[in-house]
C-alpha cells in the first residue's frame, strides 16, 4: 500500500467496523421481517440515504451541530441507548409483529429513520469517527471530500448487505427468524445498556 492511499484506507476500515454492515444484516431482516423485496428496498434505501445526511451534516460541521443545540456528545450517546433499549424490547416480546397484524388497514411501521438510520448506522460512534476523521490536523478541504466519499461508499455497501435480506429470511423461515428475531433483540438491549454505561463514562459517573 502506497502512503498516499494509506489513509484513505485507514478512513474506510475504520468506518466499516463502526458501521459493521454485515453485522447489520441480521437487524434489518429482523427489522422487516414479512415485508416484501420492493418495501425492504425502500426501506434500505430511506435508511442510508438519511444516515449519509447526518453523517454529511456531522463530518462538515462537526461539535459545532451539537454544541448549537446545547447536546455533549455523552448525552447523544445515552439518549441513543435508552431509545435503542425500547426497540430491543419490542423485538424480544413480539411486540413489533402484534402491531402489524392489528394494523391491516394502517401503513406499516416504518424502521428506516429509527432505528436504522440512527442509532444503528449513524449511531454515536459513526457520528464521532466523522468527526474526528474530517477534523485531523492540517485537514484540507480535499481530505473532507474524501472522507465523505469514504462514508458514502461504505454506505452503499451497507444497502446492498442490506438487499440480502429476502433470501436470509427464506433461509431461515419463520422460527429462525424468530430465533433470530429474540437472540438479536437481547444483543440490542446490552448495545443499548453499553452506548448508556458510556455515556455515563465520559460524565464521570461509571466505570468503562
Known amino acids: 500500500m502506497t502512503p498516499e492511499l494509506a489513509p484513505y484506507v485507514t478512513a474506510f476500515v475504520t468506518l466499516v467496523v463502526i458501521i459493521d454492515p454485515v453485522g447489520l444484516v441480521p437487524l434489518f431482516?429482523?427489522?422487516?421481517?414479512?415485508?416484501?423485496?420492493?418495501?425492504?428496498?425502500?426501506?434500505?434505501l430511506r435508511a442510508c440515504l438519511t444516515a449519509a445526511?447526518?453523517?454529511?451534516?456531522?463530518?462538515?460541521?462537526?461539535?459545532?451541530?451539537?454544541?448549537?443545540?446545547?447536546?455533549?456528545?455523552?448525552?447523544?450517546?445515552?439518549?441513543?441507548g435508552i431509545l435503542l433499549f425500547l426497540t430491543a424490547l419490542d423485538m424480544l416480546f413480539e411486540r413489533r409483529t402484534k402491531r402489524r397484524e392489528d394494523k391491516t388497514h394502517v401503513h406499516e411501521q416504518d424502521p428506516s429513520v429509527f432505528p436504522l438510520a440512527i442509532p444503528l448506522i449513524a449511531g454515536p460512534g459513526a457520528i464521532a469517527t466523522m468527526i474526528l476523521l474530517a477534523g485531523q490536523e492540517g485537514a484540507d478541504w480535499s481530505w473532507i471530500v474524501a472522507v465523505h466519499g469514504v462514508m458514502l461508499g461504505v454506505l452503499v455497501l451497507t444497502f446492498l448487505m442490506f438487499l440480502t435480506a429476502g433470501p436470509l429470511e427464506r433461509l431461515l423461515g419463520p422460527t429462525g427468524i424468530n430465533v433470530v428475531t429474540r437472540l438479536l433483540g437481547m444483543l440490542l438491549a446490552a448495545l443499548s445498556v453499553q452506548f448508556v454505561l458510556d455515556g455515563l463514562a465520559d460524565f464521570g459517573f461509571a466505570g468503562a
Open 53 to 80: 445526511f447526518l453523517l454529511t451534516i456531522f463530518g462538515l460541521l462537526g461539535d459545532a451541530v451539537l454544541n448549537f443545540v446545547g447536546i455533549s456528545m455523552p448525552a447523544f450517546r445515552i439518549a441513543g
Open 29 to 44: 431482516a429482523a427489522l422487516t421481517q414479512g415485508q416484501d423485496a420492493s418495501h425492504r428496498r425502500g426501506i434500505a
